[in-house]
């Protein structure tokens, strides 16, 4: 009699729950992921905008500063992985030594873009004030500046012959940071400008 008795207990904990954890994470809404494809149309890439940021709508909820703040959140970890990948990619064996090189001068364009990325984060994190716009300024420049250093990273692998499968799949990871950085970018302008 017992062991009938426990799973329909389990059955009944499991039901009293659920409005407990359904509470404790909002399940996005068709208005905010329209306002988050609405924002993404401004973007150069618009798709890889709202695939990246579409699974943050309840959090984000239609407004600008969170929508910017969570595009900049997702591009710094999205460089963090490439950062950490072409790392990976400077240990390989065999490496030419000048791929090698241009390797290990990626890797510290990708961590000053980090760096560029963090600052933004926290100075979009300080409440709005008198500074305002110098604030955005700085936040702007900090993106951009991010995007050149994420440019310059592939400038290493210029040369015909440089760097052949490395540069393939390096290129590959850079391309789509740089689209979410760029992403980023013009949905912090948006937020600016508003």
Not at 40 to 52: E, N
Request: glycine share 6%.
């Amino acid at each position: 009699m017992e062991g009938s008795l426990v799973p329909h207990a389990l059955a009944l904990l499991f039901i009293l729950q659920l409005p407990t954890c359904l509470a404790t994470r909002p399940l996005p809404t068709q208005t905010n992921t329209e306002f988050i494809k609405t924002s993404c149309s401004i973007t150069t890439y618009p798709q890889l905008c709202y695939s990246s940021l579409s699974t943050s709508a309840s959090k984000i909820q239609g407004n600008p500063k969170t929508l910017a703040n969570t595009a900049l959140s997702t591009t710094l970890s999205t460089i963090r992985s490439t950062k950490i990948l072409t790392s990976k990619l400077s240990k390989s064996r065999g490496l030419n030594p000048r791929v090698a090189s241009a390797l290990i001068d990626c890797i510290e364009e990708l961590g000053d873009a980090v760096d560029q990325l963090q600052k933004s984060i926290q100075e979009m994190g300080q409440s709005e004030n008198t500074h305002w716009g110098f604030q955005m300024n700085d936040v702007q420049t900090w993106v951009s500046s991010a995007l050149t250093d994420e440019d310059t990273c592939m400038a290493g692998f210029a040369e015909n012959g440089m760097g052949g499968r490395v540069k393939t799949t390096l290129r590959g990871y850079v391309v789509h940071v740089a689209h979410m950085t760029s992403n980023a970018l013009a949905l912090v302008n948006n937020y600016a400008s508003t």
